[in-house]
């Protein structure tokens, strides 16, 4: 990591993310199912790939290894949500379901570890203990969603959890022989491609909000996570996986909180409080990590 552009990246990407997980239930609350707000997402996708298309003229990496990396990040990002919202959450307990998936940086920095060599300075590492401490932490709700189907919730909440965590590997493994924008279009390409899936279950039976706090709100919310989306796939082309992976993490859901407060005036768990304290300090290390250390895939 020569320079700190990649933590500018994971700044943006942890503002947006954060904003975007306090809002998030909005249009859901108002009527508008989960499902249908995955289509919602899957469509404000295109606008910051326009974008990306634009910035490199149009000049999109078509050959089979970038095609074979872009439907990978795609899917395993995309499909993860959707086996989220539609099978995990409506199967399991959100107090559980949310900290499993909230430890996938585990896996990236393991594989990134292992393959990739990804190395970093004392402060580094110790700030990604501290993140893989406070992640959980920070994701805590307290009981009181029934399990409605048996194990199979731990299932898909170990699905998405794996599917994240590989996804961030392979964002920074392709970005050594792809640009940044080519992945990003891939990743909308693949969340479109899904979208036949997340209507098919939806239940038309019910009453849908298709007012202003559904998909018109849902659409100004998700755009802020498709935006995070394409900066953190910058970040991880100029930061380390090792760091960029846990430390969006770790400090998104502080925002999350902050703005759940304020919104909802939400008095957040003492364990939550005691995740934004770690996950403080975790991010300050880790943006103060060294910049000496070689990075196998830096440019």
Known sequence: MKSKV???YAFVTTVFWGVW????????KA?????????????????????????????IEHDIKSIVYGVIIGFLGAGGQLVLFTNALTRGPAYLIFP???LSPV?????????????????????????????????????GNSTTGGLLWLVFALIVFLAWGFQAFFMKLANQTMKAESIFFYMAVTGII?????????????????????????????????????????????????????????VAPILTVILSLILYQRIPHFVIICGIVIAIFAAFFMALADEGESDSLQE
């Open 31 to 59: 009527g508008f199912p989960a499902t249908l707000g995955y289509v919602v997402w899957a469509f404000t996708m295109i606008l910051p790939a326009i974008v990306a298309v634009i910035l490199i003229k149009g000049k």
């Open 194 to 250: 899904l979208v036949p899936f997340a209507l098919l279950m939806t239940d038309f039976s019910q009453n849908i909000n298709y007012g202003f706090k559904g998909p018109y709100l849902a659409a100004m919310i998700q755009i802020l996570n498709s935006i995070g989306a394409l900066c953190i796939v910058y970040a991880f082309r100029y930061g380390k996986a090792i760091i960029v992976s846990p430390l969006t993490n770790a």
């Open 6 to 8: 990649w933590l500018f």
């Open 107 to 143: 896996i990236t920095i393991l594989i990134s570890y292992m393959i990739l060599k990804e190395r970093t300075n004392k402060r580094g590492w110790f700030g990604i203990v501290l993140a893989l401490i406070a992640i959980p932490l920070c994701s805590y709700q307290e009981p």
């Open 100 to 102: 499993i998936i909230s």
């Open 21 to 28: 997980g306090a809002l998030i239930e909005m249009p859901e």
